[in-house]
């Protein structure tokens, strides 16, 4: 089973159980460019398709075309799947028997071949994104440089290296004791 975040899966699990599958409205929590960027995200992998709305029947709109008309997200049967329901019938639709826009990008990889997942890269100017700076430097960083530049507790601190970093980002952190610094934190590619 394809591995999904909880929010994709809380998309997803909630659109299962909507006629027609429609993804919307998004959880209360996702909003602006957090919701765009998990969208994007699950058009991409084909979790998700972009389908003209119709707004007499009161579908709700993700984002207008431009033309007037407006599109809403609904999960493909590649999407229920992933949160393990199958298709309702086992027989596919004809080509182009979808009304869906042909905008949906292509797959970079052959069908049926493992991907890697995207690493994901923090935004610009938030605390995570100093101490990655700081930890990408030459010499390192201790707890109290750390806690001097993100103004966290040193728990937090390691707490952030080992999950956000470590677990979430996949990246390597290394930690040596250095004489006259202490215990120096670095990332290591």
């Known amino acids: 089973m394809t591995k999904l975040s909880d929010t994709q899966a809380l998309i997803l699990s909630a659109a299962a159980q909507r006629p027609e599958h429609i993804a919307l409205p998004l959880p209360e929590s996702l909003r602006g460019g957090a919701a765009a960027k998990v969208v994007g995200a699950m058009l991409a992998k084909g979790f998700l398709q972009e389908v003209n709305a119709d707004t007499r ?3 709700p709109v993700w984002r207008e075309t431009g033309d007037g008309h407006g599109v809403t997200l609904v999960a493909t049967d590649t999407g229920l799947a992933a949160i ?4 309702e019938d086992a027989n ?3 080509a182009g028997a979808t009304d869906a826009p042909s905008e949906q990008p292509a797959p970079d990889t052959p069908t ?11 935004r610009e100017g938030t605390k995570q994104a100093t101490l990655i ?3 990408r430097a030459p010499d390192g960083a201790t707890i109290d440089q750390i806690v001097a530049a993100t103004g966290w507790l040193p728990h937090t601190a390691r707490g952030a290296m080992s999950g956000a970093l470590k677990k979430k980002l996949g990246l390597t952190i290394t930690s040596d004791k250095v004489d006259g610094r202490g215990r120096v934190y670095a990332i290591r590619d």
């Open 133 to 135: 700076a700081m930890l």
């Open 57 to 59: 029947k009161g579908e």
């Open 84 to 87: 393990g329901i199958e298709p």
């Open 92 to 94: 596919p639709a004809p």
């Open 112 to 122: 049926g071949a493992e991907t890697a997942p995207k690493a994901r890269t923090p």
